[in-house]
């Protein structure tokens, strides 16, 4: 009786260390993953800058008066 108790003990044990690296992994792979994500952002931003710089304010259409035929 103790060495069935002492199996699934051991057993639950086994399944908890499986499931645990399981978990580990996935967070690992999303911590990447994000860190990945946050860089490509940032070189995204900077590209939106430059081409702000070169393109220089741009007025909305609600900024422009009316057309000329009117």
């Known amino acids: 009786m103790a ?5 699934d003990i ?4 086994a399944f908890q260390d499986d ?3 399981k ?3 996935a967070l690992g792979y ?3 993953r994000i860190l990945e994500l946050e860089d490509r952002v940032a070189r995204l931003l900077v590209r939106l800058q430059a081409l702000e ?4 304010d741009i007025q909305s ?3 422009e008066g ?5």
């Open 3 to 7: 060495e069935d108790r002492l199996a």
């Open 10 to 13: 051991e057993s639950r044990q």
């Open 19 to 21: 499931l645990l690296q």
């Open 23 to 25: 978990l580990d992994d």
């Open 30 to 32: 999303q911590q990447r």
């Open 53 to 56: 710089q070169q393109l220089g």
């Open 61 to 63: 259409p609600q900024d």
């Open 66 to 70: 009316p057309p000329p035929h009117y």
